[in-house]
């Protein structure tokens, strides 16, 4: 072996990036498109490669949360429609207007601010107008929306090209407060419509209402998750087809032969039953193999699902490949993703993890270079 990057890796399979567009392009009507999110550095998969492979699978609409997300994409010469899902922070307006973002407008203050800007520089910005159909976070309450309305409709500098929503309950499959969401949007879409604003796009769907939540009147759907092949709920496992497109590998570095009764790693916590075949990966927590896995996690070697043993630790972790008797130094052991038909996706660690396959992926440190294959 000659490793010129560390022997751990995450590779991203474009093309099942592809199967997973194709089952989201599906779910949409004819006249949605789909809204790729690729905020999070595309959930931990790569912001720049991930969004110029959906533009060659067809997207031309995407969002990111931050200015500092959008502007790496801007510099990577894409230059497609870009929505900051967050918002437009004072002293940002320029780098908006250069850049030419769309800021997720939450409040009338960064409406004026919008404004002020783009008649200083004599344009107009395209924002869109975040309404709180029941989500309760961030966005224009009913009331509020009522009274700021037609001080929206003064400002010249800014255009409503969207109007968008966020569902709270779309993973569970019959969820009371999705039907009311969905509702409210309607009435607060009916609001602004009377007001004389006639947005070009309407969105509130994310993965988990696009597979469950016909939104009639919608003219983008924004799906995240399903793109990178982690499901929007355990309810869904049935409903989708989706492929992995994140799998993390590493090569054993050592072969260790231990006697029965020795302890493995920090704390002990584990001792040999046996005599036993240890494997070292170079791999830790700080790579985003997460500690609780320690004495719990598994991977895939030559066919065959083997156990984590002993702490994980910062840099490494210990395998029994006891009854893998071909192991070798140097073989790939899978840990998350697929290898050989069998598979650890990151809803099982999510539920190992007591979290979701979406912080799985964000957390997988930017310190494992990623491959993308096929290669261009
Ligand atoms: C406003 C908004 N829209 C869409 C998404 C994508 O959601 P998902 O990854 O569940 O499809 C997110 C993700 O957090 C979001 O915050």
Known sequence: ?????????????????????????????????????????????????????????????????????????????????????????????????????????????????LNVEALRQQRQIKVHLKVDSGMGRVGFLPGQLQELLPQLCQLEGVVVEGVMSHLACADELSSIVTTGQQEQFRIMLQMIREAGIEPREIHLNNSAGLCGWECTECTLSRPGIMLYGGLPGADFSTKLDLQPVMHLRSHIAQLRQISAGSGISYGHCYHAPDDMTVAVLPIGYADGYNRLFSNCGQGILRGEKVPVIGRVCMD??????????????????????????????????AEQLDTISYEVFCRIGSRVPRRYLPEP
């Not at 751990?8 to 089952?23: F, G, K, P, R, Y």
């Not at 789909?34 to 912001?47: F, I, R, S």
């Not at 801007?74 to 899902?85: E, F, H, P, V, Y």
């Not at 972790?317 to 990151?346: E, P, Q, R």
Request: a negative charge; one cysteine or more.
């Open 316 to 349: 490494w972790i210990m395998l029994d490949v006891s009854h893998v008797s071909a192991a070798a130094v140097g073989d790939c052991i899978t840990l998350l993703g697929s290898a050989d038909n069998l598979s650890i996706s990151g809803d099982e660690w």
């Open 1 to 113: 072996m000659n490793y010129s990057l560390r022997p751990t890796w995450v590779e991203i399979d474009l093309s099942a990036l592809q199967h997973n567009l194709q089952q989201a392009v599906k779910l949409c009507s004819v006249t949605q498109r789909v809204l790729a999110v690729v905020k999070a550095d595309a959930y931990g998969h790569g912001a720049v490669p991930v969004t110029q492979a959906l533009q060659s699978f067809g997207v031309c609409d995407f969002a990111v949360a931050t200015l500092e997300e959008a502007i790496e994409l801007r510099q990577a010469g894409i230059s497609d429609n870009l929505l900051i899902l967050g918002s437009c922070f004072p002293g940002q307006e320029g780098a908006f207007l250069q850049y030419n973002l769309m800021p997720t407008l939450l409040d009338m203050d960064t409406a004026l601010r």
